[in-house]
């Protein structure tokens, strides 16, 4: 990676990279470490913050696709999904691709509680072959802290069946530090950035313009990812090379998630199935710590259906439809004192008919720029297999000696971005 004179006719700085990333969440952050340990050069750039909109939107959930099963059929998506939760226990435990011994659990097992006629249901299809190993029903005595406050109560007993998944949950402020920290020259931020015809080359191949805070840089780059989520959208919308290309399009699917400050012994991590079973859950809850360190308090994130069909309703709307769903579920917890926040968030996704969901992550090569999206969070180490492939076989001479990252001194070092539930006081 070099850097050049500035233009005669105007303060622009001219770099050269060899492979720039554009985009810095978990998917972005993933391919550095990916890329970067199996020796090549590269860069990665992010606009806002990292892990800023849907990474740090998720719920930090490693899932092993069960919740797409839910209407008694392994899905294509379900089955791709099966062996993520295993690959990212390896990066964990250090023996992985990617060493993330340093990232947080916050839990160790992910849960489904199902309640009413929709147990027996679910009993045949829970105790097939093709589970085995994915998930266990449990007894009362085995019940995690936060049912066990629930057995205690004479009146409110949990009244349903129990099952731990495969799953696991991750902090996901603490992912983005753990990825972030081994290139930290070389996660860069931009005001504003945007990819071009490279003229010097030829109009099929781009270039990256970046507005970093010390002035204009354009970077010429052998190779450009985008993994800006959301953001691919406008990143492909403003490139305009003179040959034609087809470029892939983009879906939104959106969500009104809903936090909780709740006072309670012990943390929730679990989905919720109703009595319609579908590829959704009626509530799929992760518990966050307070970012004042309170004991005994837990800020609950909720997806699920809940976040799927409250997307029409105001923020008071839904709030007061989760806490009586909350209430409903789980009349051993007192919600009396509860802070409640809602917000809007899009998870991005390539298009596909009928706006159905991806079974896999998504890549597409168009000229020299690669367009991914994980798709969900735990397909990152299947967008990782994906790019690794393709990068020989169709960007050749990719692979050489890394060198120290000049645009550091033209470019800011990238902050992270602070998680949605952290806006509860």
């Known amino acids: ?23 810095g969440g978990i998917a972005g952050l993933w391919l550095l470490n990916r890329l970067s340990s199996c020796g090549h050069d590269v860069l990665l750039l992010e606009k806002n913050a990292l892990g ?12 092993g696709g069960l919740k797409y099963a839910l209407n008694g059929v392994l899905s294509p998506a379900s089955s791709a999904i099966a062996d993520m939760p295993a690959r990212w226990r390896a990066c964990l435990e250090g023996r992985g691709e990617i060493d993330l011994r340093d990232t947080r659990v916050l839990s160790e097992h992910y849960y489904m509680w199902s309640t009413g006629s929709v147990r027996s249901r679910l009993k045949t299809f829970l105790g097939s072959k093709a589970l085995r190993g994915r998930i266990d029903t449990l007894d009362p005595a085995d019940y995690p802290a936060f049912f066990s406050e629930g057995l205690r109560s004479r009146t409110d007993t949990p009244q349903g069946t129990l099952y731990r998944l ?18 930290q020259d070389r996660v860069l931020q931009g005001v504003d950035i945007r990819i071009s015809a490279d003229q010097q080359k030829n109009n099929s191949a781009a270039c990256v313009h970046v507005e970093g805070l010390h002035g204009p840089v354009n970077i010429s780059a052998a190779h450009i990812i985008l993994c800006a989520g959301e953001g691919n959208e406008a990143l492909l919308a ?5 040959e034609p290309l087809n470029k892939p399009l983009m879906q939104r699917r959106p969500l009104h998630m809903v936090c909780v400050r709740v006072r309670h012994p012990a943390p929730a991590y679990l989905h919720c199935i109703g009595d319609s079973i579908g590829m959704t859950p009626r509530l799929t809850i992760t518990s966050h710590p307070c970012h004042d360190g309170r004991n005994g308090e837990w800020i609950w994130y909720i997806g699920g259906e809940l976040a799927e069909s409250g997307v029409h309703l105001d923020g008071a709307s839904q709030q007061a439809r989760a806490k009586a769903e909350l209430t409903t579920l789980f009349p051993w917890v007192n919600f009396t ?8 968030i899009n998870r991005a996704e390539p298009r ?7 079974d896999n992550a998504f890549v597409s090569i168009c000229a020299n720029v690669m367009v991914c999206w994980p798709t969900k969070l735990s397909l990152c180490p ?6 690794v ?37």
């Open 1 to 23: 990676m070099s850097t050049a004179d500035n233009r005669p006719h105007d303060n622009t700085r001219m770099a050269s990279a060899h492979t720039v990333i554009v985009g």
């Open 52 to 63: 800023n909109h849907q990474t740090l939107a998720s719920q930090g959930i490693i899932h």
């Open 166 to 183: 495969s799953d696991f949950v991750l902090d996901t402020p603490s992912l983005l530090q753990n990825l972030a920290r081994p290139w």
């Open 238 to 242: 403003d490139w305009q090379p003179s």
């Open 337 to 344: 004192s509860a802070i409640w926040h809602s917000f809007m």
């Open 352 to 358: 596909i008919a009928d706006l159905q969901r991806p």
């Open 382 to 387: 299947n967008l990782g297999d994906r790019v």
């Open 389 to 425: 492939e393709l990068l020989p076989d169709k960007f050749s001479g990719l692979r050489h000696a890394m060198q120290g990252s000049e645009l550091a001194s033209l470019l800011t070092t990238a902050d992270h971005a602070y998680p949605p539930w952290e806006k509860i006081r």
